[in-house]
T-cell receptor, first 115, second 114 residues
């Protein structure tokens, strides 16, 4: 079974631009979560989607948004990019995500650099 | 609120030596705990998880972890380190009841010398 895929793997943008990242979950998984990884803050939860609805949200500004499609694929968007948005963005999928024990499987990440 | 503390941002061992990576958690509900490994320029790979079935959990690549409620710990061990174990290791606790959102520790970089 194919794992979680993320596109693109690398992205370079300038301040003020916007960016869209894509995530395809493992087949049959309906929950998709997004995390931001930086050297200073570590791994931080952005949001989770299930059945095309945002079910949980971390403490990030409104510039960060996402959506999920009927085939469970998900996109996240960052508008008005800032230098501090440079990070590895990780997507994780799980079967349903509604219980603590549901395991999340991670993709390889998208490395975003903001200049 | 839940949190995870990983003692030591870097741990160095010799090949063949015991690996011990420390993780302490704080949780207001019975915790579900995970260890993930991250190799350079890659995502996170699940090593093992604790879901209350057994306190000693065996994972992939010879790793295991023991859940100790009295010490609020979930340390990761491996009897004999291999060069290929060099990576960053993250301990995580899942969210409040009803959510699988993970709260991660800061990570521990394992360095293995020949």
């Amino acid at each position: 079974k194919a794992g979680v895929t993320q596109t693109p793997r690398y992205l370079i943008k300038t301040r003020g631009q916007q960016v869209t990242l894509s995530c395809s979950p493992i087949s049959g998984h309906r929950s998709v979560s997004w995390y931001q990884q930086t050297p200073g803050q570590g791994l931080q939860f952005l949001f989770e989607y299930f059945s095309e609805t945002q079910r949980n949200k971390g403490n990030f500004p409104g510039r960060f948004s996402g959506r999920q499609f009927s085939n469970s694929r998900s996109e996240m968007n960052v508008s008005t990019l800032e230098l501090g948005d440079s990070a590895l963005y990780l997507c994780a999928s799980s079967l349903a995500g509604g219980t603590q024990v549901d395991t999340q499987y991670f993709g390889p990440g998208t490395r975003l650099t903001v200049l | 609120a839940q949190s995870v503390t990983q003692l030591g941002s870097h741990v160095s061992v010799s090949e063949g030596a015991l690996v011990l990576l420390r993780c302490n958690y704080s949780s207001s509900v019975p915790p579900y705990l995970f260890w993930y490994v991250q190799y350079p320029n890659q995502g996170l790979q699940l090593l093992l998880k604790y879901t209350s079935a057994a306190t000693l959990v065996k994972g992939i690549n010879g790793f295991e972890a023991e859940f100790k409620k009295s010490e609020t710990s979930f340390h990761l061990t491996k009897p004999s380190a291999h060069m290929s174990d060099a990576a960053e290791y993250f301990c995580a606790v899942s969210g409040q009841s009803g959510y699988s959102t993970l709260t991660f520790g800061k990570g521990t970089m394992l360095l293995v010398s020949p």
